[in-house]
């Protein structure tokens, strides 16, 4: 595996890692602000494509829509 392979597998296994946790932590303050972080720091460093870049942070904005309909369904019932 060259170098720059491994640096994309570690950049999506500490982004996805990343991800877990806030969706974890989701309702708390800043739940997705290391997530982020992850994210724009791999694409920064060109360890990821910019089409990762937009597909993980859609993904984020997902979670939190998801997150967001729970909630009001919850308040709904």
């Not at 997530?35 to 990762?52: K, P, Q, R, V």
């Amino acid at each position: 595996m060259s170098q720059r392979q491994q640096d994309h597998q570690t950049a999506v296994t500490w982004i996805e890692g990343e991800i877990n946790n806030m969706i974890r932590d989701l309702g708390k303050p800043n739940a997705s602000a290391a997530a982020t972080s992850a994210i724009t720091l791999a694409f920064l460093l060109h360890a990821i494509s910019e089409e990762e870049h937009r597909c993980y942070r859609a993904r984020i904005d997902q979670i939190y829509a998801d997150y967001n309909a729970s909630i009001k369904q919850e308040v709904a019932a």
